[in-house]
């Protein structure tokens, strides 16, 4: 038989990189959450103007 000890050997451990943090300002955090709603707000109004997802046959 084949020699397969050496096809399905367990990958090394990686080493964890640090996570990367940004310290926003309350008001730059403010207008992020604004932004995030008025799309929402948008990709809502445009998806009532959609056909709906059952076809007619």
């Given at each position: 038989m084949r020699e397969t000890s050496n096809?399905?050997?367990?990958?090394?451990?990686?080493k964890k990189e640090k996570a990367r943090t940004v310290s926003v300002s309350p008001e730059m955090r403010q207008a992020y959450a604004d932004l995030i709603t008025e799309k929402a707000t948008k990709q809502e109004s445009y998806g009532r103007h959609l056909p709906g997802t059952e076809t007619k046959r």
């Open positions: 096809t399905f050997k367990k990958a090394p451990k990686r």
